[in-house]
């Protein structure tokens, strides 16, 4: 037992998550720091294909998705949602409380193929047979929230990204379907002896509310 707690005290813990959860892991990760002190943290951020990509060379001990690639050799454990909104500028005075089709005469600014967020909508348009006619590729969340802000359109993101934003910075708009919903995941790789400091961790993430 003893012995146990020395390991999880001086390890390391290799975490590597998508962009999007790089708003949810911080709150987490400095109680969990705090009271592991000694543990040595490496913290990745990319998008979905690039985390993916880790995964397949077994760069890191736990990684964060919305969305793990099916693969029976993962363990996937959900913790929070993730909610995707509609936003538009503060001044917006378009279509609202109708359906996402209503609203595809604007331009759609979205993040680059590989994302997460990106992938989601794409599922959500694919199921119900709606292209954006109009839409800008932005490879950041932070950049389309401040370009929705300024008026270059409309967007879909998690509403993570805008916590910690001043309150009418952007317009949630009501749409049929949304918010699209799914669960944060903690996943790791079966054949990956993961470090004890990294199980500890594992826990830390569950207990979050
Ligand atoms: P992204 O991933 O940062 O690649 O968009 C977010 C997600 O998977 O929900």
Same mark, same amino acid.
């Given at each position: 037992?003893?012995?146990?707690?020395?390991?999880?005290?001086?390890?390391?813990?290799?975490?590597?998550?998508?962009?999007?959860?790089?708003?949810?892991?911080?709150?987490?990760?400095?109680?969990?720091?705090?009271?592991?002190?000694?543990?040595?943290?490496?913290?990745?951020?990319?998008?979905?294909?690039?985390?993916?990509?880790?995964?397949?060379?077994?760069?890191?001990?736990?990684?964060?998705?919305?969305?793990?690639? +099916?693969?029976?050799?993962?363990?996937?454990?959900?913790?929070?949602?993730?909610?995707?909104?509609?936003?538009?500028?503060?001044?917006?005075?378009?279509?609202?409380?109708?359906?996402?089709?209503?609203?595809?005469?604007?331009?759609?600014?979205?993040?680059?193929?590989?994302?997460?967020?990106?992938?989601?909508? =794409?599922?959500?348009?694919?199921?119900?047979?709606?292209?954006?006619?109009?839409?800008?590729?932005?490879?950041?969340?932070?950049?389309?929230?401040? %370009?929705?802000?300024?008026?270059?359109?409309?967007?879909?993101?998690?509403?993570?990204?805008?916590?910690?934003?001043?309150?009418?910075?952007?317009?949630?708009?009501?749409?049929?379907?949304?918010?699209?919903?799914?669960?944060? =995941?903690?996943?790791?790789?079966?054949?990956? +002896?993961?470090?004890?400091?990294?199980? %500890?961790?594992?826990? %830390?993430?569950?207990?979050?509310?």
């Amino acid at each position: 037992q003893v012995h146990a707690l020395k390991g999880v005290e001086i390890g390391t813990l290799k975490l590597a998550v998508v962009t999007t959860a790089k708003y949810v892991v911080p709150p987490i990760l400095s109680p969990f720091c705090k009271q592991h002190p000694n543990i040595e943290v490496r913290f990745i951020v990319g998008n979905r294909a690039d985390i993916i990509d880790r995964m397949r060379h077994n760069r890191d001990d736990v990684y964060i998705f919305s969305q793990p690639p +099916q693969d029976d050799n993962l363990v996937c454990t959900p913790f929070l949602q993730n909610k995707l909104v509609v936003i538009a500028p503060p001044d917006y005075d378009g279509p609202d409380n109708c359906d996402l089709k209503a609203l595809m005469d604007h331009k759609f600014l979205l993040r680059e193929y590989g994302s997460g967020t990106r992938r989601a909508i =794409q599922d959500y348009c694919d199921s119900k047979g709606l292209v954006f006619p109009n839409s800008m590729i932005i490879e950041s969340n932070e950049a389309i929230r401040l %370009a929705v802000t300024s008026g270059l359109g409309l967007a879909i993101l998690s509403e993570h990204t805008l916590a910690h934003t001043p309150p009418d910075s952007v317009k949630v708009l009501k749409v049929k379907d949304f918010p699209l919903v799914n669960h944060w =995941q903690a996943v790791t790789v079966k054949h990956r +002896q993961i470090s004890l400091a990294a199980q %500890a961790f594992q826990k %830390a993430l569950l207990n979050v509310e």
